[in-house]
């Protein structure tokens, strides 16, 4: 059974700072790709990040490339999303996502395992 569970959420003012984990159940790790997304209030869940089973390869969605890193460490079974220069628009509940594979998977619907997500709440 694949258990994801997100962590490291809560409320942060603009410009600060969140990272949140993922731990993963999968084994091995390793032969996984890591997804993060997210939900606004009111809207649909969308792709943020992406990382491959390495970690060599990443991407993100334009909102957050630069501000962000998705990180992942294979001995621990975690996944990362260090969240810098938050901003209100980044309020949502956050997933984190698993697949079989070895490349990135950027398609909520390529993700066959969901976490039950974590809060951010950003203030103005």
């Known amino acids: 059974q694949v258990q994801l569970v997100e962590s490291g959420g809560g409320l942060v003012q603009a410009g600060g700072s969140l990272r949140l984990s993922c731990a993963a159940s999968?084994?091995?790790?390793?032969?996984?790709?890591m997804g993060w997304f997210r939900q606004p209030p009111g809207k649909e869940r969308e792709f943020v990040a992406a990382?491959?089973?390495?970690?060599?390869?990443?991407y993100y969605a334009d909102s957050v490339k630069g501000r962000w890193t998705i990180s992942r460490d294979n001995a621990k079974n975690t996944v990362y999303l260090q969240m810098n220069s938050l901003k209100p628009e980044d309020t949502a509940v956050y997933y984190c996502?698993?697949?079989?594979?070895?490349?990135?998977?950027?398609?909520?619907?390529?993700?066959?395992?969901w976490g039950q997500g974590t809060q951010v709440t950003v203030s103005s």
């Open positions: 999968v084994r091995p790790f390793s032969s996984y790709a």
């Open positions: 990382i491959n089973w390495s970690g060599r390869n990443t």
């Open positions: 996502a698993a697949v079989n594979g070895y490349g990135l998977e950027l398609s909520l619907q390529g993700y066959p395992y």
